[in-house]
């Protein structure tokens, strides 16, 4: 599709749960980005992938999250043992491959993590 | 460390009248630059860049200027529309040499309120 789909839109869990995020890039696109907005503040990188390979994932805090790009199948973005301070929107973005240009990252909507 | 800051939190202007958005940055190993417009409930949108080695690029109502030696880059919209009423994104690209040539690190945002 044309636009970057992510889901849920919300999701709601008990702290020590897990939750877990889908996003579908973009068709044609080789990069997928996961940012965290805490508090309508900055975007924090999270990760980001080449296909299904990890490209960066120098934001990660590996203990709890983890993330997958699998062929033919949404990413997903994961938390083990959620915590009060996950509690963000997370968005994903994707972009095309190459490296001439300002590679724009065109952004998805968002899913709105809330830990209870 | 904030490597893109943007000092302003909010920015109150007339219909008509130009918006000026700032950013500041501290690493000079970025080579583009880009602009996100985000309204409520929905993903950032791309708006405008610039590459490092240009200090304009104008697009419509849009204009990005860059000075390198200040580390400094501003939006301008001219004239402000209503429907400008959003939070605005500064975004950095690091350069190739970086090692991390894809992610965008962004700023804290600037809400624009453009005044009927």
Redesign the interface.
């Known amino acids: 599709g044309e636009e ?1 789909a992510q889901t849920p839109k919300h999701l709601v869990r008990g702290e020590g749960q897990k939750a877990k995020l889908y996003c579908a890039p973009i068709k044609g696109h080789s ?1 997928v ?1 996961w ?1 965290q907005q805490v508090l ?4 924090k ?1 999270l990760i ?1 992938f ?1 296909n299904e390979n990890v ?2 994932e ?1 934001g990660m805090p590996k203990e709890r999250f983890s993330a997958k790009c699998l062929p033919n199948s949404p990413c997903s973005l994961e938390i083990q043992a959620t915590k009060l301070e996950d509690s963000a929107v997370y ?1 994903c ?1 994707s ?1 095309q491959r190459g ?1 001439v ?10 899913s709105r993590l809330t830990v209870l | 460390d ?1 490597q ?1 800051k943007q000092n302003s939190p909010s920015l109150s202007v007339q219909e008509g009248r130009i918006s000026i958005l700032n950013c500041d940055y501290t690493n000079s190993m970025f080579d ?1 630059f ?1 602009w ?1 417009k985000k309204y409520p ?6 708006l405008i ?1 610039i ?1 490092s080695i240009k200090d304009k690029n104008e697009d419509g109502r849009f204009t990005v200027f860059l000075n390198k030696s200040a580390k400094h880059l501003s939006l301008h919209i001219v004239p402000s529309q209503p429907g400008d009423s959003a ?1 605005y ?1 500064c975004a950095a ?1 690091g350069g ?1 040499s970086s090692g ?10 600037t809400q624009l309120t453009v005044l009927p």
């Open positions: 970057v990069y980005f940012y309508k503040n900055e975007f990188f980001s080449q490209f960066d120098t968005f973005a972009s490296r240009g300002a590679n724009v990252l065109t952004f998805g909507a968002g | 904030q893109v583009y880009l996100y409930a929905e993903g950032p949108t791309f860049s590459s939070v994104f690209r190739i991390s040539a894809r992610q965008l690190t962004f700023g804290s945002g």
